[in-house]
């Protein structure tokens, strides 16, 4: 297990795309981030619905599977899950907050989003 390394999962928000947070990651300029191992994924480009129109439910709930999929691959590579944390912005706060309320036995996150309303 790579028990000194942690890992950081980054989702961006809205209209947004993973590489272009990129450079967030400069902003961390600690000691205790100098053997992060960073992952900016980019959601799937798909409509969205606004002023409580149809929503669906199947992508939102298969965003999470994702963010499990990628966490739980980390986890099987040796990071130990207490180094694991999910950030996001956005769309990306909605799905860390979803993440978060999983029982995945990871550390933390941090999120600026509103609900998402799936269960």
Do not use: Y
């Not at 942690?6 to 947070?21: E, I, K, T």
């Amino acid at each position: 297990m790579v028990a000194s390394r942690s890992f950081v999962l980054w989702l961006h928000g809205l209209g947004d795309s993973g590489p272009a947070n990129v450079l967030i990651k400069t902003l961390f300029t600690c000691p205790e981030f100098r053997t992060t191992k960073w992952s900016f994924p980019s959601a799937p480009i798909s409509p969205v619905s606004c002023n409580d129109s149809p929503k669906d439910e199947s992508r939102s709930l298969k965003a999470v599977r994702n963010v499990h999929a990628i966490i739980d691959k980390e986890i099987a590579a040796g990071t130990n899950p207490e180094n694991v944390f999910v950030c996001g912005f956005s769309q990306g706060g909605l799905f860390t907050d979803t993440t978060l309320k999983n029982d995945l036995g990871f550390l933390g996150g941090l999120s600026d989003s509103n609900v998402l309303q799936v269960p």
